[in-house]
C-alpha cells in the first residue's frame, strides 16, 4: 500500500440498542451508558471506537487481515441516537505492516470524537 492511499470510511449509526448489547459482550455496565443521570441522552463506551476502527481495517483488507497495534484518543463524547464516521489512510508499510492514521467524526456537525487514532496492521 502505498503511503496516502484513502481506507473506505466505515459510517455506523449508534443507537441505545447497540450500546447495551456492547456492553453486553464486554461486561461494562456504568450506568452513564444507558441510564446517565445529568445528562440528556446516554454516552457511548469509548472502548466501542476501537471496535469500530479495528472493523474498518478489516472491512477493508479482509477478515484474514490482523490488527496488530492500536492505539487511539477520546476528544470528545458522542451520544446515543449519532453517527460517526471512522476515516483513513496509509502512511507507511515495513516488515509486511502497513501502519494508518484514523479519526473518528459525529456525521453532522463535524465533530472529532476520537483522534489520533491509528493502527499496524498485517493483510491476511
Known sequence: ?????LI???QRRIE?????????????WHRLHYAP??????VVDGQL?????AEQLQDWL???????????????MV????????????????????TVEQQVEVVGDGRVAVAPAGAA????
Open 79 to 98: 451520544f446515543a441516537g449519532e453517527t460517526v464516521r471512522c476515516t483513513g489512510r496509509v502512511t507507511g508499510g515495513d516488515g509486511g505492516l502497513i
Open 37 to 42: 443521570e445529568g445528562l440528556d441522552r446516554p
Open 16 to 28: 441505545l440498542p447497540d450500546m447495551i448489547a456492547y456492553a453486553g459482550a464486554t461486561w461494562d
Open 62 to 76: 479482509g477478515p484474514r487481515a490482523r490488527v496488530v497495534r492500536l492505539r487511539f484518543r477520546f476528544r470528545s
Open 49 to 53: 471506537f476501537g471496535a469500530l476502527l
Open 8 to 10: 473506505p470510511p466505515l
Open 121 to 124: 496492521v498485517r493483510p491476511g
Open 1 to 5: 500500500m502505498d503511503p496516502g492511499t
